[in-house]
């Protein structure tokens, strides 16, 4: 299995200008879960899905973020408009089952520079 | 989620065992305690879970305090790949893993 796919790897874009994260879980996952890295928060869940559905996007920054997860195979993370505020490393998580106990399966992630 | 308390960093030399503690003095019956670690630039990745018992992998040991409000994560023979922050966490919401600070460990030749 190729592990989680993320595109791109990197983003470098101006402020204002509208993108779009995309991810890949591992066939047969059924959570996917997007998560933001900076220096000055640590890591945090954004949101999360289960069977293609929201569970949980109280992470959700604010309205210019949205996420959708259209087929089990696919999921987007789109930031309109985009700000200098945004600039971080975010990772796509997937994980088979929703227990506790699930290990989560981390892609590569997508560095995202607003300048 | 209970909130899990682990030293800022840690220092280990190669081949010697690393003992990483994490306190989770309000854990529940229910809550798993999970330990990932994350390598410089990449995503982080599981090392290993427990509830109660200890619990080995190829990757480590896991050893549970009796009350479960402190649990050990055990490298035996630290390499310098093993150099990263482990995090520690304590969850009962399904599927959902909060990421503290965790503890850099940095590991001399």
């Known amino acids: 299995d190729a592990g989680v796919i993320q595109s791109p790897r990197h983003e470098v874009t101006e402020m204002g200008q509208e993108v779009t994260l995309r991810c890949k879980p591992i066939?047969?996952?059924?959570?996917l879960f997007w998560y933001r890295q900076t220096m000055m928060r640590g890591l945090e869940l954004l949101i999360y899905f289960n069977n293609n559905v929201p569970i949980d996007d109280s992470g959700m920054p604010e309205d210019r973020f949205s996420a959708k997860m259209p087929n089990a195979s696919f999921s987007t993370l789109k930031i309109q408009p985009s700000e200098p505020r945004d600039s971080a490393v975010y990772f796509c998580?997937?994980?088979?089952?929703?227990?506790?106990?699930?290990?989560?399966?981390f892609g590569p992630g997508t560095r995202l520079t607003v300048l | 989620d209970a909130k899990t308390t682990q030293p800022n960093s840690m220092e280990s030399n190669e081949e010697e065992p690393v003992h990483l503690p994490c306190n989770h003095s309000?854990?529940?019956?229910?809550?798993?305690i999970h330990w990932y670690r994350q390598l410089p630039s990449q995503g982080p990745e599981y090392v290993i879970h427990g509830l109660t018992s200890n619990v080995n992998n190829r990757m480590a040991s896991l050893a549970i305090a009796e009350d479960r409000k402190s649990s050990t994560l055990i490298l035996h023979r630290a390499t310098l790949r093993d150099a990263a922050v482990y995090y520690c966490i304590s969850n009962t919401n399904a599927g959902k893993s909060t990421f503290g600070d965790g503890t850099t460990l940095t590991v001399k030749p």
């Open positions: 309000t854990i529940s019956g229910t809550d798993y």
């Open positions: 998580a997937s994980s088979l089952g929703y227990s506790v106990g699930s290990e989560q399966f």
């Open positions: 066939s047969g996952h059924n959570s």
